[in-house]
Every structure is written in structure tokens, then in C-alpha cells.
């Protein structure tokens, strides 16, 4: 069975901190891979997606990056972290573009 | 780009009654996903189907593409169904997931 982890659960971080948050997705090759952002209150928005390693697309411009060194790793990353950082990170994937999509149980941020 | 709209943004219900929550979308979508969204923010998927009527449970979802809409009927609510219900949409190909912005169910004794 597929398994999904994300890393940290949850971080208090400064403004102007650097970020990483990771996925790690087990028992499963090449699975499309996804991050989201979801502010207190708003909806959950796609920021980046990779079908394949080393391959990363951006949807939404926060600010942030994200890199996919391993077939089953994903990473979200920022060098400076802003207030509007704040909030529920979640990490998804699929088998391909028009499969369903399954979830991590989330790295909730709070920046200071 | 594509958008997402959900109704009611939130619904009271006793326990024992039924749920329809629902689902349009500005374009043509290849499937809906249905979520509950945890009060600590993980999401559950429910149900997944790109058209016709799909079932498990006390949940049924109905999904009519080309009029780009989609509901969910929860049966005999029970306490534990209280949350946050997500529909999301997929196009073709465009490996790209987006969501609405939910209805807060509410169920009480």
C-alpha cells in the first residue's frame, strides 16, 4: 500500500527565515506529486506539481520553491519567509494527471 | 483559469436528516473528487467519479459533466459527519486539482 509523510507537522518560524517542508511518498514509482497551500480561512491552492525527477511546475507564485531530488521525495522550500506564509501546507499524489489525488496529513506554519 | 463553486457555504442539520451539498465548475471537468477536511486540516477523499452516480455508504455522488455541476447526498447524518466538505475538479490533463472553497456541515442531537 501507498503511504504519504510530510515533515514537519508544525513550525514557528521568523519572518525572514529560511523553509523546507518535505514529502515522502512510499510504495509507488513515478507518482505526480503536489503541493498546496491553504490560508486560515481560504482555499486550498495548487502551487507546484512534478510528473517526473528533477521536474518541477509552477501554478501559483508565493514566493516559494520546490524541488524533486528523488523519485519519491518532494520539497518545499523558501530562502526568506514572509507573514503571508502562514498556514496549512499539504503535500498530494497521483498516479497520473487524471487520477485521484491522495493526501499528506498536512504541515500547519506559523511565521512571526 | 478554472473556478470552483460550492453551495450552501454552510448547513445545520439534526441528526437522522439528509445532506445534499453541491458542486459547478467553470469548465469542462474530467472528474470530481470529493474531500472531508479534518478540523486539524488533513484531508480525507470520499468519493471520485467523472460522471454518473457513485456510491459507498451513506454517500452518493452524482456528477453531470456537461452541465458542469456535481452534488453529494449524505444519508441519515450522524453527529461525526460534522466538518468541512471539499469538491475539487480535474481537467484533462492539466494535472492541475481545484478546489472550492467547501460547506461547514453542521449536525446536531
Redesign the interface.
Known amino acids: 500500500a501507498q503511504t504519504i509523510h510530510q515533515w514537519p507537522v508544525a513550525e514557528i518560524k521568523a519572518v525572514g527565515s529560511p523553509l523546507s517542508l518535505g514529502c515522502t511518498i512510499k510504495g509507488k514509482s513515478s507518482p ?1 506529486l ?1 503541493w498546496y497551500w ?1 490560508a486560515t480561512g481560504g ?4 502551487l507546484f ?1 512534478s ?1 517526473t525527477v528533477g521536474q518541477v ?1 509552477s ?1 501559483v507564485q508565493l514566493n516559494l520553491s520546490a524541488s524533486r531530488p528523488k523519485d519519491d521525495q518532494f520539497i518545499l522550500s523558501t530562502e526568506k519567509l514572509l507573514l503571508s506564509h502562514s498556514g ?1 501546507y ?1 503535500c ?1 499524489w497521483s498516479q497520473g ?2 487520477s ?7 504541515t ?1 506554519l506559523l511565521v512571526i | 483559469g478554472q473556478q470552483v463553486q460550492q453551495s450552501p457555504a454552510s448547513l445545520v442539520l439534526q441528526e437522522g436528516e439528509n445532506a445534499e451539498l453541491q458542486c459547478n465548475f467553470s469548465s469542462t471537468a ?2 470530481l ?1 470529493w ?1 472531508y477536511q479534518r478540523p ?4 480525507v ?1 470520499l468519493l ?1 467519479n467523472p460522471s454518473g452516480t457513485k456510491h459507498t455508504g451513506r454517500l452518493t455522488s452524482t456528477t453531470v459533466t456537461k452541465e458542469r455541476r456535481g452534488s453529494l447526498h449524505i444519508s441519515s447524518s450522524q453527529i461525526t459527519d460534522s466538518g468541512t466538505y ?1 469538491c ?1 475538479m ?1 481537467g ?11 460547506t461547514i456541515l453542521r449536525v446536531h442531537p
Open positions: 505526480n503536489y491553504q482555499t486550498l491552492q495548487q506539481y510528473i511546475e501554478v496549512f499539504l498530494a494527471p487524471n485521484d489525488y491522495t493526501f499528506g496529513s498536512g500547519r | 474530467t472528474r473528487q474531500f486539524g486540516g488533513s484531508l477523499s471520485s471539499l475539487a480535474g484533462a490533463n492539466t494535472g492541475k486539482l481545484t478546489f472550492g472553497h467547501g
